[in-house]
């Protein structure tokens, strides 16, 4: 049935009653109600604004009636009539469910938040993560930090590189905050926080500089430093700095050297042999070099002082991990009368060019500096000049 249904005090009466016993008229809605087959009296209603929108209920609703509760009903629009019965159907439209909303995109990262996802995998991966810091907020945060992905341009970054060294930074400066910028998108890329995008490095020019080593360590600077290693008040710094010079390691895999890491050799000459273990190496491989009579002096020297009093072969005077070694080495230097431009890392670029200019093969320099990669120690190929001549004069035949 239908009935009419006052909106001033919500209430239902006959279709044929045109005035409410509140006493409005003309104030009404229609609704259709049935009573459900089977279920003891329980009626279903639906409203609508016009008689014939009620009666097209009410016959859908006989409908859905019959159908059973199988049938999923979809609702009338409020406050509307419905022009066409026919779209209502008897039956779900849907067999498989009704349709899901597709997945939303996920919003394309800033610059910045790429960097925080690579600075998080570079922390468990890589040892030089601090720097990659470092270079990030003093060069990249500001000016690309706030760019979505597809915002940061090759101008952009090409401004960047060209801005340090417009700044006084030096071309290999420049060149380490480039590959940070690079390593960042393809990063992303592989995790998949930018799905087809290129990489704009790609379209950039890093700056080009000669990074081939001279040795920056002259006979009478090196005389210089051993005598004011052998006079310094604090030997225990004085052995770290001769033996960096004397083996050619970098000072972090010195000061964590261990006694358990130092072995004799078995070939019967009593040499001695040096493990450097995986966490200490930049390569983050186990490393075992054989060390020369001048650096073993420095080990046994260490072994005297020690007395079993600490695991470590360069400890500090409280036996401990010698940490801030680079306040240490400036006032060393200062003492020797050295450059202040000479870094404590030039012992071992001085190393290095002191064997390549005496003929030791590269290969073999490799092998004791613990490069892993012979490109690396290529950059002292320009001091083997004893060798270039010789192969240049094989073309004059026999002397």
Known sequence: MILRHCKTCTRDRGLSNLTCSCGSAGNDTFKAVIV???????????????????????????????AGPQAVPQALPQQQSCPH??????????????????PQQPKEPTFH?????????????????????????????????????????????????????????????????????????????RMELTIGLPNPCKKVQPPKFDNRMTNPLTGEDRKKLEDTCAAWKNQHASRVVLFCMYSGRRVGEVRQLKWSDVSIDGDGGGGLSVTFRASTTKSGKVQTVPINDMAAGV??????????????????????????????WYRLRKSAKLSRHYRLHDLRHGFASTLVSNGVSLYMVKEL?????????????HL???ALREAAGVMCGPS
Not at 49 to 66: P, V, Y
Not at 85 to 102: E, L, N
Not at 132 to 161: C, E, F, M, W
Not at 369 to 381: F, M, P, Q, S, V
Request: glycine residues 6%.
């Open 299 to 328: 080990i046994r020297d260490a072994k005297a002082a020690s007395n079993g009093k600490s695991e470590l072969v360069f400890p500090a005077s409280t036996g401990k991990y010698f940490s801030g070694f680079h306040a240490v």
């Open 369 to 381: 500096l613990g490069h892993a990669d012979i490109k690396t120690t290529e950059r002292y190929a």
């Open 113 to 189: 938040q790429m960097w925080k996802h690579y600075h998080t995998y570079s922390k468990l991966r890589k040892r030089s993560w601090k720097a990659d810091r470092i270079r990030y907020t003093k060069n990249l945060r500001q000016p690309l930090g706030h760019l979505r992905a597809s915002q940061v341009r090759a101008v952009d970054i090409q401004t960047v590189v060209d801005g340090c060294i417009l700044e006084g930074l030096k071309p290999a400066t420049a060149m380490q905050v480039y590959a940070l910028v690079r390593v960042i998108f393809n990063h992303a890329d």
């Open 36 to 66: 459900v087959p089977g279920s003891k009296g329980k009626r279903r209603s639906r409203s609508s604004l016009t008689l014939k929108g009620a009666k097209l209920a009410e016959r859908d609703l006989k409908r859905e009636a019959q």
């Open 85 to 102: 019965p026919q779209s209502w159907p008897s039956a779900p439209p849907y067999p498989y469910g009704w349709p899901q909303q597709p």
């Open 384 to 386: 083997a000049t004893g």
